[in-house]
């Protein structure tokens, strides 16, 4: 089935939570601003919407929120003073994120779930289908993830949701789709989604990771939708109607990834993203690796 859209331009990351996992890290800076290895981890999030054509990028953020708009913005003091020494290198990263792609902020007032969040957005958006990033996953460049999920969008209109499969003790941390396969082994049809379910009444093993190319609809049903698990607007249970109704905005398709993702949301999996990151970068890779390899020599002598 192939529909004609407006070719989809405009990304949406809400990034208004209040990062209690990593306190007291998070009580003057923003979530989204730690580093992985040397750059903020928003910053590789609208990198992979802009690398998907979306270079149209609205934050729906809260209070406490401002570096985040500084990081995109100009920094003449710090570029003068990069430009007097002569640095060119240093003076390339600092403009990397002011000028990769057109950045526009909300905020989001209540703190009422990620889909109060993405309703937030409904003004900007307007009536074209758009992705949604969630922050706390990092997509490896290398796996383009978003970039299929619009051509997937493309082709069946809709909406799309990017889904793992993961362990069934950790189906509770995540919405989870009941599917059916299609002609196409990467892609699966939803039929039903449920947010954060107990392992027993999970309908599959396929969980949603923080990336959605969204239909317009999607904001009619917000608006309707009762708080759910949580006392939040959950997006999932709006996606459930669109899965359910197809009439009203649908379908809703699922993009099976099988590539490399990383969790920045929980402090273990921050850890272990940033010593993957970094042991394969090339700058600092090598004597990064090396220097792991003793450290983990030494700590296997130890116990
Ligand atoms: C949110 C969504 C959930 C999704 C998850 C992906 O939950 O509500 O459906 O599986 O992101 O990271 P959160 O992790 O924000 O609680």
Known sequence: ?????????????????????????????????????????????????????????????????????????????????????????????????????????????????????VLCAAPHVGHEPFAVLLGDDLIDPRDPLLARMVEIQEKCGGSVVALMEVAPEQIHLYGCAAVEPTDEGDVVRVTGLVEKPDAADAPSSYAIIGRYVLDPHIFDILRKTEPGRGGEIQLTDALQHLAEDEKVGGPVHGVVFKGRRYDTGDRGDYLRAIVRLACE???????????????????????
């Open 1 to 117: 089935m192939t529909q004609s859209h407006p070719r989809i331009s405009k990304a949406v990351i809400p990034a208004a939570g209040l990062g209690t996992r990593f306190l007291p890290a998070t009580k003057a800076t923003p979530k989204e601003m730690l580093p992985v290895v040397d750059k903020p981890a928003i910053q590789y999030v609208v990198e992979e919407a802009v690398s998907a054509g979306l270079d149209d990028v609205l934050m729906v953020t809260g209070r406490n929120k401002r570096p985040l708009e500084d990081h995109f913005d100009r920094n003449y003091e710090l570029e003068s003073a990069l430009e007097k020494k002569g640095d060119g290198e240093r003076l390339a990263k600092v403009r990397e994120s002011s000028d990769l792609a057109s950045i526009h902020y909300v905020r989001q007032g209540d703190p009422r779930g990620l889909g109060h969040a």
């Open 281 to 303: 970068r090339e700058d600092l890779g090598p004597d990064f690796r090396t220097w792991l390899r003793s450290y983990v020599a030494e700590e296997m002598q130890q116990h």
